[in-house]
């Protein structure tokens, strides 16, 4: 079987890799067993999502909570799921974008971490508004895990703030 996208890079990089197909397993539940066991060998502490279009399971989320990022195409909470730009485009908003969150048990529903807003311009189709939303999120995602990383910060109900605690 050939690597997954990005595997051959990741080694060129240095960067440990390992892909774990779900369509080799028997079940999703030995297909995520595998997944957390091998992020716990690995000692990861953050696990960051991007293009991995399958919801995540209680054992997953339990396993790294509040310790998953993702990365979505519209500005939460509209448009979750597939297809955000088409979404977004048929219920003619003006303005759409990317939302870096926190990963809970729902579809794109976590707490909200960093936003970017990306106009809608007139005549524009899915590819060109998925385009610059593209550019958005290449700045937007190191920017939440940044912050995550470097900033206190807290959660109260589904608000994600950054600052000491009160």
């Given at each position: 079987m050939a690597d997954a996208p990005g595997l051959a890079k990741a080694r060129e990089l240095g960067l440990p890799a390992l892909a774990i197909p779900h369509k080799e397993e028997p079940s999703r539940q030995a297909h995520e067993e595998k997944v957390i066991a091998a992020l716990?060998?690995?000692g990861a502490e953050w696990v960051c999502l991007a293009g991995y279009?399958?919801?995540l399971s209680p054992a997953i989320v339990g396993a790294f909570r509040q310790r998953?990022?993702?990365?979505?195409p519209s500005l939460l909470p509209a448009f979750p799921g597939l297809d955000a730009q088409e979404q977004?485009?048929?219920h003619g908003v003006k303005v759409s974008g990317c939302t870096v969150h926190l990963v809970d048990e729902g579809l794109d529903s976590g707490p909200i971490?960093?936003?970017?807003a990306v106009p809608v311009l007139d005549g524009d189709t899915a590819a060109a508004l998925s385009a610059r939303i593209l550019e958005a999120e290449h700045q937007a995602y190191p920017e939440a895990l940044r912050r995550l990383l470097t900033e206190p910060w807290?959660?109260?109900?589904r608000r994600l703030t950054f600052?000491?605690?009160l």
């Open positions: 716990r060998e690995s279009m399958r919801l998953i990022l993702n990365i979505h977004a485009l048929a971490v960093v936003q970017r807290t959660i109260g109900g600052g000491p605690s």
